[in-house]
């Protein structure tokens, strides 16, 4: 199983980057997505969750109307478009995938090595 993220790096508040997560050795499709993130000294917490049709998509509070979570499943692929970045969204983004979409980080059985993102001028 692998879940590699890439898109990361250094973006000014205000900006974007868009994340995308390939997925391989398992059955994409019957799996729920989610993004992760953790900053430095805190715990991971959840940002976004689609289901394994990509017909619903859940959000962490902070993010909600600035990120977009999506799902292509004949690529293997899920991506979180984000937008209006805040220095507070700075930290190691990860994907993860569960048999539902879920916002709790146990819930997940596979979880790739992460991206960083910094939201800095």
């Known amino acids: 199983v692998q879940l590699q993220a890439f898109g990361g790096g250094l973006v000014q508040p205000g900006g974007s980057l868009r994340l995308s997560c390939a997925a391989s050795g398992f059955s994409f499709d019957d799996y729920g997505m989610g993004w992760f993130r953790q900053a430095p000294g805190k715990e991971r917490e959840f940002v976004a969750a689609?289901?394994?049709?990509?017909?619903?998509?859940y959000y962490a509070d902070p993010v909600k109307g600035r990120f977009t979570i999506s799902r292509d499943n004949a690529k293997n692929v899920v991506t979180l478009q984000m937008d209006r970045l805040k220095p507070e969204d700075t930290a190691v983004y990860f994907c993860?995938?569960?048999?539902?979409?879920?916002?709790?980080?146990?819930?997940?059985?596979?979880w790739g090595h992460g991206t960083q993102v910094t939201v800095s001028s």
């Open positions: 689609v289901t394994w049709s990509g017909g619903s998509t």
């Open positions: 993860a995938a569960g048999r539902l979409a879920l916002p709790r980080p146990a819930e997940y059985d596979y």
